[in-house]
């Protein structure tokens, strides 16, 4: 083994010493050290080690601190190409549903109106509500700041736009969109009648767009027409349905999926709040399993053009394939327009072997798989309504 301190080209059994003769020790040198080498002092080996650790330190902080700068810093690290002040003239830009920020800036320098899609982006992730801009059509102004057309697009006042909410009927939305519009009443459903081959209707719907027509916000614009917002309609349906899974729900239960959309409309008129769609779906699902009538409220409402919370026994004999207290199955066609949660609900039902449910009072929807039960509970809803008016009884479901 080297020693440290041999002088170099020396190696040990090798010194004058080797042949048995004493190795003079140098003055103020210890025993064993050989001379001309001082040995080094404890302290200042510390001391050394110390400022080196230091001196490490500093760098490795330093060198982290330009690798995130080099990573996070935008690319070109030269400030975003944006525009000063207010702007001048007039532009509509129409935000849709589902927009990205990035997909609005580029809307945005397209139509003249930023300079660049970053100066949007980087305006919209500096402003605490940069993600809450609402589909529809706004006014704007051509080479505006970009902060200043953020804050145009933030106001929800200066978005034209029409809401379809979820549940509601074709011809509710009909009357929506003429009102919209401007247009006199019953326009928008003749349109729907006569163009119904260019709606993006699937066969199965047979020219109806009872359940295609996504509830949802949608911008509307000087040139929008009715056609055009029933086929962004029917185009929102047919992506959610796809999202939502509603193919592979009808394969997994065995129907069709018209028949999985239908039953949607179903949950979206008898649930009580998104948290017991999931359940609702599964009492369908358990009845028609078992051919048990649905006996359902909302399809009889749907048939006759209503909306109650009962139904009469005169109601429950009403002639019509709507009644689904005479008929076992599901309606003949969805009964309104479902949204998300109820579409997401039928397609993936609650677990549970319910086969009852009544709603008896707001936030209290009660699931039960024993009839005694059931009748318990309607006869409390029955005398819940009685207290509150002269209402007619409800049937059980």
């Known amino acids: 083994m080297t020693d440290p301190y041999t002088a170099p080209g020396l190696t040990p059994g090798l010194t004058p010493g080797h042949l048995g003769a004493p190795v003079a020790e140098p003055e103020g040198l210890p025993p064993g050290h050989a001379p001309g080498i001082e040995p080094p002092d404890p302290r200042r080996l510390r001391s050394g080690l110390a400022c080196c650790l230091s001196v490490l330190a500093v760098v490795g902080v330093l060198g982290l601190a330009a690798l995130a700068a080099f990573l996070l810093w935008p690319s070109g690290q030269e400030k975003a190409a944006d ?58 102004r051509l080479r505006m700041a970009a902060v200043s057309a953020l804050n145009v697009l933030l106001d929800p006042a200066n978005a034209n736009a029409l809401t379809i909410p979820e549940g509601r009927r074709a011809e509710q939305v009909y009357a929506a969109i003429d009102q919209k519009l401007g247009l006199a009443e019953g326009t928008t459903k003749g349109v729907a009648g006569q163009q119904a081959g260019a709606l993006g209707l699937p066969d199965a719907a047979r020219g109806n767009p009872e359940g295609y027509l996504f509830p949802a916000t949608y911008p509307v614009t000087g040139e929008t027409t009715p056609l055009m917002l029933l086929q962004l309609m029917v185009a929102q349906a047919a992506k959610r349905q796809t999202a939502d899974g509603l193919a592979e729900a009808a394969d997994a239960y065995g129907r069709s999926p018209y028949e999985i959309l239908t039953l949607a409309s179903l949950v979206q008129g008898e649930a009580d709040n998104p948290e017991d769609m999931a359940k609702v779906a599964r009492v369908v699902y358990n009845r028609l399993q078992k051919s048990m009538p649905l006996q359902f409220d909302s399809t009889i409402n749907y048939a006759l053009n209503r909306s109650t919370l009962t ?76 207290a509150r008016s002269s209402s007619p009884s409800a049937d059980g479901r």
Not at 98 to 120: C, H, N, P, W
Not at 324 to 329: E, P, V
């Open 83 to 140: 525009f000063a002040g207010a702007g001048t003239g007039s532009v509509q830009v129409s935000v849709v549903q589902g927009a990205t920020l990035t997909q609005i800036g580029q809307t945005l320098q397209k139509e003249g109106v930023v300079a660049s899609v970053r100066a949007f982006t980087e305006a919209a992730a500096k402003s605490p509500a940069g993600t809450r801009i609402q589909p529809g059509t706004y006014t704007l």
């Open 311 to 386: 139904t009469t026994a005169g109601d429950a004999k009403l002639d019509s394939p709507f009644n689904t207290y005479l008929h076992q199955g599901l309606p003949p066609t969805p009964i309104a327009n479902p949204g998300r949660d109820a579409l997401q609900a039928a397609a993936h039902p609650a677990e549970g072997d319910w086969l009852y449910f009544v709603t008896v009072g707001p936030g209290d929807t009660r699931f039960t798989d024993s009839f005694d039960q059931h009748q318990r509970n309607v006869a409390e809803f029955n005398a819940r309504q009685a």
